[in-house]
């Protein structure tokens, strides 16, 4: 199995920026995809970017050309710079990965408990 571990979030004003990280850890045959999901207070859990072990890309419409994914595939570790962040980006973020455990074939999907950003003056 996977543990996801993220970290940067915090309080941002409108305008500002943050960067997210996240590291994955287990014993596991590959991490296929990384992505980031957020859920703010009430609403549902969203896609916001993923990123393939080859390092394609893919965003949110929300997040096309303020958000940026990248990844460490030799560290394991998956980051999303946040720029020209809104009041409305405030949410949980949660790391997203899916993996091949050892044994049969199959993949599974594994989640970060999340780190909090919020966006405010």
């Keep these: 199995q996977v543990q996801l571990v993220e970290s940067g979030g915090g309080l941002v004003q409108p305008g500002g920026s943050l960067r997210l990280s996240c590291a994955a ?35 949110a419409d929300s997040a096309k050309g303020r958000f940026t ?10 980051s999303l710079q ?3 962040l809104k009041p409305e980006d ?25 780190t909090l950003v919020t966006v405010s003056p």
């Design 69 to 78: 994914i990248s990844r460490d595939n030799a560290k394991n570790t998956v």
């Design 90 to 114: 405030t949410a949980v973020y949660h790391c997203n990965a899916r993996f091949v455990p050892y044994g049969p074939y199959r993949i599974l999907e594994g989640w970060g408990q999340g």
């Design 25 to 59: 850890s287990g014993s596991v045959i590959s991490i296929a995809t990384m992505g980031w999901y957020r859920q703010a207070s009430g609403k549902q859990r969203e896609w916001v970017a993923t990123i393939t072990s080859g390092g394609s890309t893919d965003y």
């Design 82 to 84: 946040m720029n020209s």
